[in-house]
């Protein structure tokens, strides 16, 4: 059962504009989530997290929001470059296990 | 520091064969995680080490296993090789949760199961 999912597989956004990526989840003991990027060949790198008592954490160009009472998760990124062309896993914590999204491939058209 | 390493790369094996993949953690790190990527799975918890101990299984037969050394290295094993264990291996270390908890990944095993 996919406590956490990314129903947007790929999405494509042009230089320069915003790009939103959305994750879902369904466990509200969920208390911390996490957002990284993965190019090929390389393992995940951890871009930018929050805390399940906040509802906005903003580093540079990168901002996660956190409705809880939809238990909704979304990574803004403005403006979108090239190099952010990569895929994006969202995660949750509950305890020390970590779930993770399908992932949203995003790709910023120059 | 130096990153999470993983070994070997690259693996090719038969079905019924065992594999025994290996990570090294970030110095001072003491929390090991293993997960599996395949296509449209994303990534898919196996388990977890802290000191030694498994804290966290996920849920996978029992063919795949690991340990964690004293030194935090961690090998996870598959036994009884089935093609659809054919995946990307991830390791991923840690500092304690109380920190925050983010994840350090290490490039991963890929493994090829013929």
């Known amino acids: 059962d996919q406590q956490v999912k990314q129903n947007s597989p790929s999405l494509s956004v042009q230089e320069g504009r915003i790009s939103i990526l959305n994750c879902d989840y369904t466990?509200?003991?969920?208390?911390?989530f996490l957002w990284y990027k993965k190019y090929p060949a390389e393992g995940p790198t951890f871009l930018i997290s929050?805390?399940?008592?906040?509802d906005k954490n903003e580093d540079g160009r990168f901002t996660v929001f956190l409705n809880k009472s939809a238990k909704h998760l979304s990574l803004h990124i403005v403006p979108s470059q090239p190099g952010d062309s990569a895929v994006y896993f969202c995660?949750?914590?509950?305890?020390?296990?970590?779930?993770f999204g399908t992932g949203t491939s995003l790709t910023v058209i120059p | 520091k130096a990153g999470v390493t993983q070994t070997p790369r690259y693996l090719i094996k038969t079905r019924g064969q065992q594999v025994t993949l290996s990570c090294s953690p970030i110095?001072?790190?003491?929390?090991v995680s293993w997960y599996q990527q395949t296509p449209g799975q994303g990534l898919q918890f196996l388990f977890e080490y802290f000191s030694e101990t498994q804290r966290n299984k996920g849920n996978f037969p029992g063919r795949f296993s690991g340990r964690q050394f004293s030194n935090s290295r961690s090998e996870m094993n598959v036994s009884t090789l089935e093609l659809g264990d054919s995946a990307l291996y991830l390791c991923a270390s840690s500092l304690p949760t109380g920190s925050g908890g983010e994840q350090y990944f290490g490039p991963g095993t890929r493994l090829t199961v013929t």
């Open positions: 110095s001072g790190h003491r929390s």
């Open positions: 929050i805390s399940s008592i906040k």
């Open positions: 466990n509200s003991m969920f208390d911390y």
């Open positions: 995660a949750t914590r509950a305890g020390n296990q970590f779930y």
